[in-house]
Structure formats: C-alpha cells, structure tokens
T-cell receptor
Framework: TQLLEQSPQFLSIQEGENLTVYCNSS?????LQWYRQEPGEGPVLLVT?????EVKKLKRLTFQFGDARKDSSLHITAAQPGDTGLYLC???????????FGGGTRVLVKP | GAVVSQHPSRVICKSGTSVKIECRSL??????MFWYRQFPKQSLMLMAT?????????EQGVEKDKFLINHASLTLSTLTVTSAHPEDSSFYIC???????????FGSGTRLTVV
C-alpha cells in the first residue's frame, strides 16, 4: 500500500479539455510537491505547497493543498498536447528528511 | 537553476559485472543525495539516502551489498550495482535539494540494461 495514493492512474483527454489529478494520504506532510516527468528523463519540479488550504497557480495549472495537509490536487485548464507526461505528487516529512512519491498519473492529451 | 548531472544516461552490461553510476551537483553542494529506482510505467521508489562522509541509509528491502553507495565529496555520489542480473535492469535516478530550495532537483536518469 502506497503512502500517497494518486488517482486516476491514467487519463486520456482531448486538447482543450480540463483535467484534475488527486493525491491523497492518511499522513500529514510538511510539504507536498508536484513533479512532471517525460519518458527517459528525471522528474522536474512544478510546485511546492506548504500551508494547509494553499492554492498556487502556474499558468494553466492550479495546485491545491488540503486544509489538513494530507491531500492535494492538480487541475489543468484547457489542456494542450505539451501537457502530456507523468505527473507525480511527493510528500515531504521533515522528520525523515525524505520524499515519498505517489504512484503517478499518466496524462495523454490528444490534439 | 540548480543542476544535477547523472552519468551515464544509458548502459548495457553483462550479467555478473558491476556498473557505476555517477551523480553530481553542478552548482551547489549536497551533503545528502537520494537514489531512486523506477520500473516502466511506475513511480519512483527510494532506494537509499547517500550521506557525505558517512554510510548511506538504505530503504527496507534494498541490499546494501548489492547497491554500493559512495558519497566522498559534497558534489558527487556514486551508485555501483554489483554482480548485476537482468532483474536489476531499470531506470535509476538521483536527486538532491539545494539549501533553501522548495523542491528537489533530479538527474536525468540512467537506463541500465543487464543482458
């Protein structure tokens, strides 16, 4: 059982549609990070959320951290083919000084 | 921005041989680096935490004698897969967090194929 559960595992949508990826846990995290990974590459940091209830926007991407700091969501508006990739949420606990990744959501945006 | 360089990007080796993967922080010092393993269409699994000047900390189920980690300087950590077997074939990725940064910087990964 993964500490961080991501859903859905796979999402295929048409260009211009919206999508939401969820990241849920029963644990509280000091911060939660979202990464995007393309095939054959390492993950690239998109955003870090720290405060419960925090909302951050990065162009067409909106990230939200749950009030209890146990869950997060990523919403993409008007998705484009360039948004295709593996989206990973990762929780950080200061006590352990390490990052725990969710299972990932593979997003495919068709032109 | 911070850069983590990983080398080689791809390597093919024969069963029974050893392979060394390097991870360098190019513009910052990293007292701690992390090594992950990723199987196709799966997420990253933390293998071990590499600590400069001391022993690495391995996650449960990871054989420390098989995956040797050396962190001899503040900018370099190496992972050596010893006596490699086909089941060790995977994508290995390292990461580090620059001081003050809000997130981690990852290397571009090493695709290991054991034949």
């Amino acid at each position: 059982t993964q500490l961080l559960e991501q859903s859905p595992q796979f999402l295929s949508i048409q260009e211009g549609e919206n999508l939401t990826v969820y990241c849920n846990s029963s644990s509280v995290f000091s911060s939660l990070q979202w990464y995007r990974q393309e095939p054959g590459e390492g993950p690239v940091l998109l955003v870090t959320v720290v405060t419960g209830g925090e909302v951050k926007k990065l162009k067409r991407l909106t990230f939200q951290f749950g009030d209890a700091r146990k869950d997060s969501s990523l919403h993409i508006t008007a998705a484009q083919p360039g948004d295709t990739g593996l989206y990973l949420c990762a929780g950080f606990k200061a006590a352990g000084n390490k990052l725990t990744f969710g299972g990932g959501t593979r997003v495919l945006v068709k032109p | 921005g911070a850069v983590v360089s990983q080398h080689p990007s791809r390597v093919i080796c024969k069963s029974g041989t050893s392979v060394k993967i390097e991870c360098r922080s190019l513009d910052f010092q990293a007292t701690t680096m992390f090594w992950y393993r990723q199987f196709p269409k799966q997420s990253l699994m933390l293998m071990a935490t590499s600590n400069e000047g001391s022993k690495a900390t391995y996650e449960q189920g990871v054989e420390k004698d098989k995956f040797l980690i050396n962190h001899a300087s503040l900018t370099l950590s190496t992972l050596t897969v010893t006596s490699a077997h086909p089941e060790d074939s995977s994508f290995y990725i390292c990461s580090a967090k620059p001081q003050g940064a809000r997130g981690y910087t990852f290397g571009s990964g090493t695709r290991l194929t054991v034949v």
